[in-house]
Antibody
Framework: VQLVESGGAVVQPGRSLRLSCATSGFTFNFFGLHWVRQAPGKGLEWVAVISPDGDKKDYSDAVRGRFTISKDKSKDTLYLQMKSLRPEDTAVYFCAKDGGGGIGDFWGQGTLVTVSS | EIVLTQSPVTLSLSPGERATLSCRASQNIGNDFLAWYHQKPGQAPRLLIF???SRATGIPDRFNGSGSGTDFTLTISGLEAEDFAVYYCQRHGNSPPYTFGQGTKLEIK
């Protein structure tokens, strides 16, 4: 199982950014997927989850209405579209495969998003 | 939303000793469960325990999870050098948010 995040960058407050998570080694359509972030020197914060079929999506209160999680079954890739970015969104963003009931059993290495003017 | 509070913030122990890490929920988690992860600097988290007490694949039996209701514990018997890391608990179950605790740093004494 492999998950590889990309798309992290330095962006100005209020701008948008899309993260990608390319996956392999498991049947993409059978598992949910998560985004989890970690601000510099801080702990883990769950961000969003998408169901195996992509129909059900849930978000943390901190990002609901600004971030959108999606998946492309033809590319085995997970996305996180982030809008109206704030300095407090600065973090390493990890994608994780759902091992059942919300646990992350396999993780990517993360991609850094810095929101700064 | 349930808040998870981990204690202690930092735990200093020597290799071979036993570590006891606590995770307390702000309210009874009912039919949900606790998961535990550890994370080393510059690395992704690694799943250790799920379903409160089940070890993930490849996790040695010196790691044990227990608890119910609001109080949960991760016990590591016979600490090895590779065990020194930051440990996080997480509520998991039927529905999100899948909240994490703030972490406990297990450091070498």
């Amino acid at each position: 199982v492999q998950l590889v995040e990309s798309g992290g960058a330095v962006v100005q407050p209020g701008r948008s950014l899309r993260l990608s998570c390319a996956t392999s080694g498991f049947t993409f359509n059978f598992f949910g997927l998560h985004w989890v972030r970690q601000a510099p020197g801080k702990g883990l914060e769950w961000v969003a989850v998408i169901s195996p079929d992509g129909d059900k999506k849930d978000y943390s209160d901190a990002v609901r209405g600004r971030f959108t999680i999606s998946k492309d079954k033809s590319k085995d890739t997970l996305y996180l579209q982030m809008k109206s970015l704030r300095p407090e969104d600065t973090a390493v963003y990890f994608c994780a495969k759902d091992g059942g009931g919300g646990i992350g059993d396999f993780w990517g290495q993360g991609t850094l998003v810095t929101v700064s003017s | 939303e349930i808040v998870l509070t981990q204690s202690p913030v930092t735990l200093s122990l020597s290799p071979g000793e036993r570590a006891t890490l606590s995770c307390r929920a702000s309210q009874n988690i009912g039919n949900d469960f606790l998961a535990w992860y550890h994370q080393k600097p510059g690395q992704a988290p690694r799943l250790l325990i799920f379903g409160t007490s089940s070890r993930a694949t490849g996790i040695p039996d010196r790691f044990n999870g227990s608890g119910s209701g609001t109080d949960f514990t991760l016990t590591i018997s016979g600490l090895e050098a590779e065990d020194f890391a930051v440990y996080y608990c997480q509520r998991h179950g039927n529905s999100p948010p899948y909240t994490f605790g703030q972490g406990t740093k297990l450091e070498i004494k």
